[in-house]
């Protein structure tokens, strides 16, 4: 059984930081595998926030969204069983549920997967969120 679990929410003053993890078990996260956050605001569409390739640190590759580019930050660790999403510099519109997923990119890039995702149809296992409260 494949399982996503987010840790690392909560409630911050704007400015401040947070790092969410997603660890990963029932899931072979290889090759083929993207690793990626969403944002879910009521009301509002999921936001496709970042994307991780990469078995191995050299084969690394990450896509971060406008939106959030230079205060977000995507990693993972070697064991490549749990992804990290670093938000420095918090403000109060980044305020929402935070997913992780992975799944399959097949022929396309781990941004093409995440975009997929987002429009619904590309293929992912999700956790069940977090929640980031940011006050101003």
């Known amino acids: 059984q494949v399982r996503l679990e987010e840790s690392g929410g909560g409630s911050v003053q704007a400015g401040e930081s947070l790092t969410l993890s997603c660890a990963v078990s029932?899931?072979?996260?290889?090759?083929?595998?993207?690793m990626g956050w969403f944002r879910q605001v009521p009301g509002k569409e999921r936001e496709a926030l970042a994307s991780i390739y990469g078995p191995s640190p050299a084969q690394r590759q990450t896509y971060v969204a406008d939106s959030v580019r230079g205060r977000f930050t995507i990693s993972r660790d070697n064991a490549g069983n749990t992804v990290f999403l670093e938000m420095t510099n918090l403000k109060p519109e980044d305020t929402g549920m935070f997913y992780c997923?992975?799944?399959?990119?097949?022929?396309?890039?781990?941004?093409?997967?995440?975009?997929?995702?987002?429009?619904?149809?590309?293929?992912?296992?999700w956790g069940q969120g977090t929640q980031v409260t940011i006050s101003s």
């Open positions: 029932g899931y072979t996260v290889d090759y083929r595998s993207c």
């Open positions: 997923a992975v799944g399959r990119r097949e022929t396309v890039t781990c941004r093409e997967w995440l975009a997929s995702v987002k429009r619904g149809d590309g293929a992912a296992y």
